[in-house]
């Protein structure tokens, strides 16, 4: 008589296949930029049906702010600073700062909400060198974030201790062709 033998069933709560970790990705450049991949990325990763959420810290926009994001497409919220002008100096009033802050708590929230696929902070590495935003809050934020959670960075001067948590790390640079 021959054995039979059960298969093997895989058991995803006790362990049976590892668990999908998310990436941290960095994107940046000597100077501001926009990164198109970075765009690219989350219009797709909305198209495939996954929740995405861009956050821009440093470009505001009439009527925008943590309170009343963008819905693009079905899967993609888009939210900016409530300001209605861009950032591009450490010089700034307290309401200025106050929306900043009010955007960098909102952002935290939403990625420990554990809702979200793929979350862009976009010009974050400059909010942080211009002291918009405590260093040791994003690292600390870095570290407990959702472990399924792909974070794309962007911005010029990436502080090393970010850098050095990155899976991935994209510098673009500008050439010259004589």
Known sequence: MIAQVEPKRMDLETGGLPAIEGMVQVFTAAQRSFFTAVIAQAIQTAAQGRPTLLVQFLKGGIGMGPDQPIQLCQNLRWIRCGLPNCVGTPSITAAEQAQISALWHYTQTQIQSDQFSL?????????????????????????????????????PHMPEAILNLADQITELRRSVFA
Do not use: K, N, Q, Y
């Open 119 to 155: 979350v862009i902070l976009d010009e974050l590495s400059l909010a942080l060198h211009l002291g918009f935003i405590p260093e040791a809050e994003c690292l600390a934020m870095l570290e407990a974030r959702p472990r399924r959670l792909d974070l794309v960075l962007t911005g």
